[in-house]
């Protein structure tokens, strides 16, 4: 067990609509990063948040955001989704930047 | 740019021997870390082992140690006394100061047989 809690675990929905991805980091971690893996694309960086601030984007795109509250818990929340979003995304958490990325155990995501 | 090249899409070895996965980078970065992660087909992401660029020895966990040549930009993943729960998708990681994210490689899968 990694320590960091994604919910939920899996994730049906229709073209169009929007979902929010909740990631519960390691006690004590102060930086959370979400990443995408899909078949054709790989693991992708979306993005990363340290103490509640914004630290670095990748590949995210404009119809997706994410934030990172006071007790340190991120939701990704992805809108008008497409077929393509289809997907398995983590959420991890770090204690710093050298650190390694301890990674949930990821929400699968299946647009219909 | 930084880069991780995994080449071997997938390997085979039979239970007990070991087995060397392959990975080579590519940084401009001085100072980086390197990291392995291990994918079963349940799909979560387990951290197996980080070598620093700094480093003089070479990592090691348990039956993971990590073969790091810096000269030629390598870090491949042995694993010893391969075991049939070993059969996952293994991915070669890198981060370094010039960006804040930990780029993947595509990674490689590995079956272990009887």
């Known amino acids: 067990d990694s320590g960091v809690t994604q919910t939920p675990k899996h994730l049906i929905t229709a073209t169009g609509q929007r979902v929010t991805l909740r990631c519960s980091p390691r006690?004590?971690?102060?930086?959370v990063y979400w990443y995408q893996q899909s078949l054709d694309q790989g693991l992708q960086f979306l993005i990363q948040?340290?103490?509640?601030?914004?630290?670095a984007k990748g590949n995210i795109l404009e119809r997706f955001s994410a934030q990172q509250f006071p007790d340190l818990h991120s939701e990704l929340n992805l809108s008008s989704l497409e077929l393509g979003d289809s997907a398995l995304y983590f959420c991890?958490?770090?204690?710093?930047?050298?650190?390694?990325?301890?990674f949930g155990n990821g929400t699968r995501l299946t647009v219909t | 740019a930084q880069k991780i090249t995994q080449t071997q899409p997938g390997m085979f070895v039979q239970e007990k021997e070991a087995v060397t996965l392959d990975c080579t980078y590519d940084?401009?970065?001085?100072?980086?870390?390197l990291f392995w992660y291990k994918q079963p087909s349940s799909g979560e992401m387990i951290f197996l082992i980080y070598?620093?660029?700094?480093?003089?020895q070479n990592a090691t966990e348990g039956r993971y140690s990590l073969n790091f040549q810096k000269a030629r930009k390598s870090a491949n993943l042995v694993i010893s006394a391969s075991q049939l729960g070993d059969s996952a998708m293994y991915f070669c990681?890198?981060?370094?100061?010039?960006?804040?994210?930990?780029?993947f490689g595509t990674g490689t899968r590995l079956q272990v047989f009887p």
């Open positions: 006690s004590g971690d102060l930086s």
């Open positions: 940084t401009s970065d001085q100072s980086y870390g």
């Open positions: 948040y340290y103490n509640g601030e914004e630290r």
């Open positions: 990681a890198m981060r370094g100061p010039s960006t804040d994210k930990l780029i």
């Open positions: 070598q620093g660029s700094y480093d003089e």
């Open positions: 991890a958490s770090s204690v710093r930047d050298s650190s390694p990325l301890h």
